[in-house]
């Protein structure tokens, strides 16, 4: 593959082998350069030398014994630089800047402008760096190492990922690429993202898990990235890393002037700039997709900032309803992907204009309730809005069945189900871009019924009218649900926990999210499914009463009625059976779950327990 040579390693450790590795790129930024700790050299206040003859002055009334290694690791234009001189500020603190990089040119034969010089002023033997430099003895209680991830190469000691504390540096490739082929041709292994991956593998493995931040957090939220880091670390947060002098930095390495033009313009960590500075590359767009992925590995794993007494508005880390479902597998198209990779395109119709279809699914003791039933629904609705190339019963099927074994989802789990129309072909409302077929999604998630179906909920009535079939019929399961969205958000500034919805005569049709039914003398009322959707619930429901004894009627009803009930219930797949307890500040009978209400709850539960379509046994 591109960026790879074959380089004989007679020199590591005395053995000879031909091993795959990487070279190096021309601005890798930097190896540390030291003269040596007596002269001040180039790297700030490190113990030991790079240099085999420096003849250093006894320096043991400053020596420090035992020095906390943090070593940074990262690729190149990541502003690995940036980080550097942010922690040579500390006062507490000493720098090498990439001491591991002669080591690295001896063994790779890369050449460099300053190949020769470098060599000849640096330690080259990479395991005696290692001892005597990176873990030597220092003068400060920490010392900082940076490293460009691909200089840990195959002959290096592996106590280099064994001790100290370690910290792995990530850029988009969207930003680093088009800055670093500017300096020499970018390939994938240049990049340096692979390199990271495996380290940040082979640190989980030794369970040494190390924090990883990304550049363009530290660029957005210096404060809060460095806060948030140092916690990590286990050291203090000093103001002094958000500062430095601009113009060449005592920890500076020797090929500096190749590669730290930009940053020495600087005296602390810069905003990124609003607009990317000209046209990606398109010779770069394939690389780009093969380093994306790795990129998104390690972002997924970044720090968040702490907040610094700052005040945002949403956290950027909610806890979830279900802890459980943060690492859920999702069908997404034609398979499992973990929660965080479950996307789709923005050029889906989902996106493009809320167009799919959608219906939700409850298991049962390793049953499915009503799935053929949903099924139906799913295909009906697909087939009024014109989906074409929908998956087949059996496949969509499949993809439920394999998703809740995959989850181990066996009870207690709720299965969102949605077919959007597909991704298009470019960006547009027409179906005829839409030339790739349905995209299928299976989010299956544990959740319990979504209401308090124990003390009953409140309801109050949203000013915004329920769809008329004149404009769109509700019997169509689609996902475009603004009308609904619309009421809700009147319920949750009302304190409500869901709203009813009127038809366009001023009856009852539904809540935003369940059917509705009341009972008034012994006799179930509820509306006529010509405004609301006829729920599967709803449906199970009027055939229970029947089995019950119950008289229940379908008519039109006005929100009066529904003020003045003995009792009120919803229903639906994510809340069951919910009682009602009050409606615009009116209370139900007597504040009380009613009898005819519990008497269908019990019904309803016998009914889930025992039927449905088992999952298959594997």
């Not at 190949?115 to 873990?135: C, H, P, T, W, Y």
């Not at 033009?261 to 990124?272: I, K, R």
């Not at 809005?385 to 499949?398: G, L, S, T």
């Amino acid at each position: 593959m591109e960026g790879r040579i074959d380089a004989n390693y007679s020199d590591c450790d005395g053995e000879e082998g031909v091993s795959r590795i990487t070279t190096s790129e021309i601005g890798s930024e930097g190896v540390r350069q030291v003269d040596d700790v007596c002269k001040g050299g180039v790297g700030s206040d490190a113990g030991g030398d790079l240099i085999a003859d420096s003849g250093c002055h006894e320096l043991e009334d400053l020596i420090v014994s035992e020095v906390e290694v943090i070593h940074v690791w990262s690729g190149p234009r990541s502003l690995s630089t940036s980080l550097m001189y942010s922690f040579a500020q500390r006062d507490d603190t000493e720098v090498l800047d990439e001491p591991l990089y002669a080591h690295f040119l001896r063994v790779t034969g890369a050449q460099r402008p300053y190949r020769e010089q470098l060599l000849a002023q640096m330690e080259s033997d990479g395991n005696k760096v290692v001892r005597d430099v990176i873990f030597g003895p220092g003068k400060k209680r920490f010392r900082y190492c940076k490293h460009i991830a691909k200089q840990r190469t195959p002959c290096l000691t592996d106590e280099i990922l064994k001790r100290g504390k370690h910290v792995i540096l990530i850029r988009n490739p969207i930003d680093s690429l088009p800055s670093f082929d500017d300096k020499i041709p970018a390939s994938f292994y240049e990049v340096d993202l692979g390199h990271l991956v495996e380290i940040y593998s082979e640190l989980n493995r030794l369970s040494h898990p190390p924090p990883v931040i990304d550049a363009a957090d530290l660029q957005s939220n210096p404060e809060g990235i460095l806060r948030s880091l140092c916690a990590s670390l286990q050291i203090p947060f000093q103001t002094s890393m958000l500062k430095w002098k601009a113009g060449p930095r005592p920890e500076d390495g020797l090929w500096a002037p190749w590669w730290y033009q930009s940053v020495h313009l600087s005296n602390g960590f810069e905003h990124a700039p609003l607009y990317p500075k000209k046209a990606f590359p398109l010779k770069l767009y394939n690389l780009l997709e093969e380093c994306l992925p790795f990129y998104n590995m390690l972002r997924h794993q970044a720090l968040q900032p702490a907040q610094c007494g700052i005040g945002f508005p949403f956290s950027v880390n909610p806890s979830l309803p279900v802890p459980a479902n943060k690492h859920i597998l999702v069908w997404v198209g034609d398979g499992l992907v973990p929660r965080e990779y479950a996307k789709v395109s923005v050029f889906d119709s989902i996106v493009q204009g809320g167009d799919g279809v959608w219906e939700g699914l409850r298991v049962y003791r390793n049953k499915i309730f009503k799935l053929e039933e949903h099924l139906d629904r799913l295909f009906d609705s697909a087939k009024s809005m014109d989906f074409k190339n929908v998956p087949a019963r059996k496949e969509v099927k499949r993809a439920i069945f394999s998703t809740l074994i995959a989850n181990g989802m066996d009870d207690g789990a709720h299965v969102r189900l949605t077919l959007s129309r597909g991704k298009k072909v470019t960006s547009g409302m027409s179906p005829a871009f839409n030339l790739y077929g349905c995209t299928l999604i299976v989010l299956a998630e544990w959740k319990p019924p979504v209401y308090n179906n124990d003390a009953g909920i409140r309801l109050v009535t949203a000013s915004t009218r329920r769809n008329s079939p004149n404009c769109l019929d509700s019997k169509i399961h689609h996902n475009n649900l603004i009308n609904n969205i619309l009421a809700k958000i009147e319920g949750n500034i009302a304190g409500a926990d869901d709203a009813i919805m009127l038809d366009c005569d001023g009856f009852v049709s539904e809540t935003n999210a369940t059917n509705l039914f009341l009972v008034k003398g012994g006799q179930i009322v509820t509306p006529h499914a010509d405004y609301c959707l006829p729920g599967i619930t709803r449906k199970t429901v009027i055939e229970l009463a029947a089995m019950e004894g119950l008289i229940l009627l379908e008519r039109r009803i006005s929100i009066t009625e529904f003020h003045t009930a003995d009792e009120v219930w919803t229903t639906g797949t994510m809340g069951e059976l919910t009682p009602v307890v009050d409606i615009d500040g009116r209370m139900i009978g007597d504040g009380q779950i009613g009898p005819i209400t519990k008497q269908m709850q019990y019904a309803y539960s016998a009914l889930v327990e025992s039927k449905g379509v088992l999952l298959p046994m594997i």
